[in-house]
């Protein structure tokens, strides 16, 4: 029920001009909002609470999860806090090791995961192993988990250094 543009009637299932809201509709809660000598009830879903409901009660309860904005139950939220990653129930200012950000949802996801580095391999340039006084090294790593999300980038799994040649004539002048 709304009385036009009445901003006191959102989320009402029955309202009062003068009173604002009589009943809430479903998964809102009543409050009684009181203003000088004036009071009314609102219908609303409070920020950093969960509804916690029964045949009998239907009451809301604070989250207990630092920088939640809105929780699924007493130790789980659903939503963090702007500036917070939301990961596993919990609010975090970054993600944990092994997980990567999700900037748009503010949300943590397994990220890539990479294996150990192989040994730098031989000194060349050009192909080549002599002939030179410098050249470059390289060393790999293997995927070995893949993102949960293509956008997210995995890392560097070449490297290459600058090394000094072991022979830097060779031999038979070639």
């Known amino acids: 029920a709304s009385y036009g543009p009445n901003p006191i009637c959102k989320g009402c299932l029955s309202c009062s001009k003068d009173n604002g809201c009589i009943r809430c509709q ?6 009684l909002r009181r203003e000088g000598m004036r009071q009314y009830g ?4 409070p920020s950093g ?3 916690l409901r ?4 239907n009451r ?3 989250c207990r999860i630092e920088n939640c904005d809105s929780c699924f139950s007493r130790d789980f939220c659903t939503k963090c806090k702007t500036g917070f990653y939301s990961h596993r129930g ?3 200012q970054g993600c944990p090791p092994g997980f990567a950000a999700l900037e748009e949802l503010m949300e943590c996801v397994e990220g890539c995961e990479v294996g150990q580095w192989s040994e730098w391999g031989t000194c060349s ?13 390289t060393r790999t790593r293997q995927i070995v988990k893949k993102p949960a999300k293509d956008t997210i ?12 040649m072991a022979v830097r004539h060779c031999p038979g002048g070639k």
């Open 90 to 92: 919990r609010c975090f």
């Open 54 to 57: 029964t045949p009998d009660m």
């Open 42 to 45: 609102e219908c609303f879903f």
């Open 153 to 164: 980038p995995c890392p560097t799994i070449a490297e290459s250094r600058r090394c000094k």
């Open 125 to 137: 340039r050009n192909n080549k192993t002599c002939g030179f006084k410098w050249g470059l090294e």
């Open 60 to 62: 809301c309860s604070r």
């Open 49 to 51: 609470y969960y509804g």
């Open 26 to 31: 479903h998964k809102l809660f009543f409050f």
